[in-house]
């Protein structure tokens, strides 16, 4: 179980790599396109058909999601492992040992939300290490699943995702504007990503590009399920947790730390990356050398490049 979000459900696609068999798995209705044909060895139902996942017994049942209706409706699955939420005794919403790595840093956090944020900035693990490990497993940085996308002709050099959620508003950093005309200026084809009617058309508008520059967003999965170079900000969630594939350059906010997972609104977390820093990222990803910015102020960020 893998409901949302849609990033979250991408970023979990690489353990369909490593489990045997065949494979259930109850998602958001939005989410199906990117499940539907991936493999035949996985069906997929909505969270609104999940009756329809009681129809055998499973070796293995994992739920990463942390609601009180998940919890509950994995009581009337049959299954001899469970890893995940689950209900405790006192019918909250508890986690099995296994997976204590992960919902150690989640709102389910057995330490409490204020001391699972700390542990969350602290940890150098990844999403995926993390998971795998619960499971027994180690990750060897096997790629995302992704079905093939629906092409629009939408291409060009570098693709900017700028739109951010309402849950995440300190993650919409402020001088994309800024820097699509500095890119430009330099002879690249820029275009900031539309909205499109499908999640496939938006697969393949960041892959025919041949860098995104976006925060921690849907878009970036996108970019690194599809191998392309991406420069990625981080303005108040966790670099740490995202596995980079060798396409990625991160540069975390310096003031990281005081917005960590922060859903409100303050300008300086997204302001606190500067242009010049960002320009020069994308410059060294597509091989092109940033020319010398003159009079530019100090960068306050930290660049973070594998």
Same mark, same amino acid.
């Given at each position: 179980?893998?409901?949302?979000?849609?990033?979250?459900?991408?970023? &979990? /696609?690489?353990?369909?790599? @490593?489990?045997?068999?065949?494979? =259930?798995?109850?998602?958001?209705?939005?989410?199906?396109?990117?499940?539907? @044909?991936?493999?035949?060895?996985? $069906?997929?139902?909505?969270?609104?058909?999940?009756? #329809?996942?009681?129809?055998?017994?499973?070796?293995? +049942?994992i739920?990463?999601?942390? /609601? +009180?209706d998940?919890?509950?409706?994995?009581?009337?699955?049959?299954?001899?492992?469970?890893?995940?939420?689950?209900? *405790?005794?006192?019918?909250?919403?508890?986690? =099995?040992?296994?997976?204590?790595?992960w919902?150690?840093?989640?709102?389910?956090?057995?330490?409490?939300?204020?001391?699972?944020d700390?542990?969350?900035?602290?940890?150098?693990?990844?999403?995926?290490?993390?998971?795998?490990?619960?499971?027994?497993? $180690?990750?060897?940085?096997?790629?995302?699943?992704?079905?093939?996308?629906?092409e &629009?002709?939408?291409?060009?050099?570098?693709?900017?995702?700028?739109?951010?959620? %309402?849950?995440?508003p300190? #993650? #919409?950093?402020?001088y994309?504007?800024?820097?699509?005309?500095?890119?430009?200026?330099?002879?690249?084809?820029?275009? +900031?990503? %539309?909205?499109?009617?499908?999640?496939?058309?938006?697969?393949?508008?960041?892959?025919?590009?041949?860098?995104?520059?976006?925060?921690?967003?849907? %878009?970036?999965?996108?970019?690194?399920? !599809? $191998? =392309?170079?991406?420069? =990625?900000?981080? &303005?108040? !969630?966790?670099?740490?947790?995202?596995?980079?594939? *060798?396409?990625?350059? #991160?540069?975390?906010?310096?003031?990281?730390?005081?917005?960590?997972?922060?859903? *409100?609104?303050?300008?300086?977390?997204? !302001?606190?990356?500067?242009?010049?820093?960002?320009?020069?990222?994308?410059?060294?990803?597509?091989?092109?050398?940033?020319?010398?910015?003159?009079?530019?102020?100090?960068?306050?960020? !930290?660049?973070?490049? $594998?």
């Amino acid at each position: 179980m893998k409901l949302g979000a849609t990033g979250d459900v991408v970023r &979990t /696609t690489p353990l369909l790599r @490593r489990l045997s068999g065949q494979t =259930t798995w109850l998602t958001d209705r939005r989410n199906a396109v990117l499940l539907e @044909r991936l493999a035949d060895s996985v $069906r997929w139902f909505s969270w609104e058909q999940r009756a #329809k996942a009681l129809d055998r017994h499973y070796d293995l +049942v994992i739920n990463l999601e942390d /609601t +009180v209706d998940c919890a509950q409706f994995l009581n009337r699955v049959g299954a001899t492992e469970v890893f995940g939420a689950c209900v *405790g005794l006192d019918n909250s919403v508890v986690y =099995t040992e296994t997976s204590k790595a992960w919902f150690d840093l989640s709102l389910i956090s057995s330490y409490g939300r204020q001391r699972a944020d700390q542990l969350k900035f602290l940890n150098r693990h990844t999403y995926q290490q993390m998971i795998f490990h619960g499971l027994g497993l $180690r990750f060897g940085g096997e790629p995302y699943l992704l079905p093939e996308p629906i092409e &629009t002709g939408l291409s060009g050099d570098v693709a900017i995702a700028a739109d951010a959620g %309402p849950v995440w508003p300190m #993650k #919409k950093w402020a001088y994309y504007d800024e820097l699509k005309s500095r890119l430009e200026d330099e002879g690249l084809s820029v275009n +900031v990503l %539309p909205k499109r009617s499908s999640l496939l058309e938006h697969l393949s508008d960041v892959q025919n590009h041949r860098c995104l520059i976006s925060g921690d967003s849907l %878009p970036m999965h996108f970019a690194l399920g !599809t $191998r =392309t170079l991406c420069v =990625t900000l981080f &303005t108040c !969630t966790s670099p740490w947790e995202i596995h980079d594939y *060798g396409v990625q350059t #991160k540069i975390v906010s310096a003031l990281l730390e005081e917005f960590f997972y922060k859903r *409100g609104y303050d300008k300086r977390a997204t !302001t606190a990356i500067s242009v010049d820093e960002v320009f020069e990222a994308v410059m060294e990803r597509l091989g092109r050398a940033a020319p010398v910015a003159v009079g530019h102020r100090a960068t306050v960020s !930290t660049l973070f490049q $594998r």
